[in-house]
């Protein structure tokens, strides 16, 4: 693990089903506790709060999402991530409400030269193969399972356990995933 803090961000929105895991993880994981040097947030959907809030010193962040992969719903990925220029996948829009971890990664090199703020040196994603992405409130079944194992997967990333890029099936078993190409997921 890298020095400095760690920071470790739920995002989604909560009224899109699936969407709502890492804001329903990350609430989880403060009831099971983390240790000293690790700030735990729920950013929902405030991509903007939350690319300027990895400006400020941390050494490793993880961000909790929703990820679509291609696995079976409630499959838990750990993704390194870099931050940087991604590749759009629509036209560029800074919109404070739909700006998913792909985006904010990509306003990072910008936003870190206009205020003076340093990038994180690490950038992890746990994310979490959705059943439904629907308006609604509620996490489907397997996501809802998905949930504590992704909570245990984060104690083992901010205690320099787990290094990245695996996927955690229901029996809880990781197996090796092809890093993306991409930098971040879509999510």
Known sequence: ?????????????????????????VRRLVLAGVPDGVDVVDVGVRGVHLAYQLLDGYGTVVLVDAASR???PGTVYLIEAQAGPVEPSGPAALDGHRMGPDAVLALLATLSASTGGVPPERVLVVGCEPASLEEGIGLSAPVTAGVEQAVRLIRRVVSGEAVGDEAIGDEGQAAGVEPSDRKAPSC
Request: charged share 15%.
């Open 1 to 25: 693990m890298t020095g400095g803090r760690t920071l470790v961000a739920g995002v989604g929105n909560i009224f899109l089903g699936d969407d709502g895991f890492g804001v329903e993880t």
């Open 70 to 72: 291609g696995g079976a």
